[in-house]
């Protein structure tokens, strides 16, 4: 089947005229899936989310609203490079949350983009693979939502790297469908 990009939609327009899609499924089915956890009766907390990824987190906002980068982080035994550290994930785009918002709600929201960014590669890779916009929003459901994903909100570095995979799956794909330079 054509990739999404090229594939014609009922109307005769191409499908990636319905880019939004994916987005906008998948983050009103994280929020439908998370609802406690955005009405604010539920808080990230259990285990390494309270005992390692506040802290890390906290100590990297605080070096960088300093003006200092966080090289060495001296909490954990007699310390160890920050960078080297693995939770540390120093240089993750969603670590900008932690300096324009409140530690719990950045690192909710990451906790939330993760799966939204799980769905949208689950869909994109889906979409290679189908011609039908249906099955590829379900794959994105069933791989973002599965039992072990769910289970992953409180260990940040396996939730990111499961949130990355499809992407990768899909980057891959299009690089041996067309292998070229910029790919």
């Known amino acids: 089947p054509p990739p999404m990009e090229t594939a014609p939609s009922a109307a005769g327009t191409p499908q990636a005229s319905r880019w939004w899609l994916a987005p906008a499924a998948a983050s009103l089915a994280t929020a439908l899936f998370f609802w406690k956890l955005l009405l604010g ?10 005992r390692v990824y506040f802290p890390v987190r906290a100590y990297w906002a605080q070096r960088l609203a300093e003006g200092q980068f966080p090289e060495w ?3 954990d035994g007699l310390g160890q490079s920050f960078v080297g550290l693995t939770v540390s994930g120093a240089f993750h785009p969603t670590n900008l ?4 918002l409140p530690l719990e ?3 909710t929201l ?6 939204v960014a799980a769905f949208c590669g ?3 890779l889906a979409r290679r693979f189908t011609s039908g916009v249906a099955p590829a929003l379900l794959a994105g459901a069933l791989f973002a ?7 992953l909100t409180n260990n940040l570095a396996y939730l990111f790297a499961a949130a990355a ?16 330079v910029p790919r």
């Open 41 to 50: 009766s539920r808080v990230l907390g259990a285990r390494d989310v309270l």
């Open 73 to 75: 982080y001296g909490a």
């Open 97 to 100: 949350l932690f300096l324009v």
């Open 105 to 107: 709600s950045a690192l």
């Open 110 to 115: 990451g906790v939330l983009l993760a799966f």
């Open 122 to 124: 689950a869909f994109a």
């Open 145 to 151: 939502f599965n039992g072990y994903q769910a289970s």
């Open 165 to 180: 995979l499809p992407w990768v799956a899909w980057a891959a794909d299009r690089l041996c469908e067309a292998p070229s």
